[in-house]
């Protein structure tokens, strides 16, 4: 029965994860029907024709079956009300875990690097941990965490001069509106249009990149870095760490005149695609960000 499901996860005190909260979410769900189904059973009993009974029974009878009733209404919609929050939990929690994994520390030796070695992935957390001492190249530091671990820093690109031709802004923006008045939700492996449906995934399909699109880490092989007052319309702003750790929005245009602030449209785990207004060059602890403009 869902109820005795329900009771395992919450007295074993699991440890939260998104998709955990997500099958408690389902669970009370499941407790929240339940209830229904008794319920209406309960409001179907015909006391009356089951046999008969002086008018005091029955009168005791109708009143205990109405408390029950409204008992077990009240069970479904706190159950449905509880599995709402859940969710909302579940979707929070894994906007707050993505958050996490992204404050990063870079690190750079103080002489001139060698060529880079290849990437090498160093869980961080563990006793005695130190960098291995082949590895002399630049990396970045995430803190403890789930997935933590260490990637090497992506180089900075040089800076292009803005030319007088270039991408359509106008046209990337208004694409990047379509998902947000969709608000097509945030998916690291589900598509839209062909396209994934997380922050790379919306600025592929408003580039007109090819399907399913690339990513953060992949994003600087068709584009440029520009320079903070060059930004315009349909330029983004970037975090070239890979996977979770990375992230990037599309500048939609400043939102005042100190260009301390700016409006942008966005996927994130909470909130989807949409509309948002943001202090440049992005929210303190997500990371290094930079504005790249598309090739062409």
Not at 98 to 112: F, G, H, Q, Y
Not at 178 to 206: E, F, I, Q
Not at 276 to 285: A, D, L, M, N
Request: hydrophobic fraction near 40%; glycine fraction near 10%.
């Amino acid at each position: 029965m869902a109820g005795r499901a329900v009771g395992r996860a919450v007295t074993g005190g699991f440890v939260a994860a998104p998709q955990e909260l997500g099958a408690l979410a389902a669970a009370l769900r499941g407790v929240a029907w339940e209830s229904r189904a008794v319920r209406e059973r309960v409001e179907a009993v015909d006391v009356a024709a089951s046999r008969p009974l002086s008018p005091d029974t029955y009168d005791v009878l109708r009143t205990r079956l109405g408390e029950a009733a409204a008992a077990l209404d009240r069970s479904e919609r706190g159950a449905v009300d509880l599995a709402d929050r859940v969710a909302e939990s579940a979707r929070a929690y894994a906007e707050t875990d993505a958050a996490v994994r992204t404050r990063l520390l870079d690190v750079a030796p103080a002489v001139s690097p060698p060529p880079r070695p290849p990437a090498a992935v160093v869980r961080a957390g563990e006793a005695g941990f130190a960098l291995p001492a082949a590895y002399t190249g630049p990396v970045t530091i995430r803190p403890i965490g789930r997935g933590s671990r260490i990637a090497p820093a992506a180089p900075d690109a040089p800076i292009r001069p803005v030319g007088p031709d270039g991408p359509d802004g106008g046209a990337i923006v208004a694409r990047a509106k379509g998902w947000a008045d969709l608000r097509v939700g945030y998916s690291m492996s589900k598509l839209h249009d062909g396209y994934r449906t997380d922050c790379s995934g919306l600025v592929s399909m408003a580039w007109g990149l090819p399907p399913p699109g690339l990513t953060t880490a992949t994003l600087p092989q068709v584009s440029h870095r520009i320079e903070r007052d060059d930004l315009r319309p349909g330029d983004i702003l970037l975090n070239t760490a890979p996977g979770a750790a990375g992230h990037t929005l599309i500048f939609a245009g400043w939102a005042d005149a100190g260009h301390s602030t700016y409006h942008a449209y966005e996927e994130s785990a909470s909130k989807g695609a949409h509309l948002t207004t943001v202090r440049y060059p992005y929210w303190p602890g997500h990371g290094t960000f930079r504005p790249y403009r598309l090739d062409g």
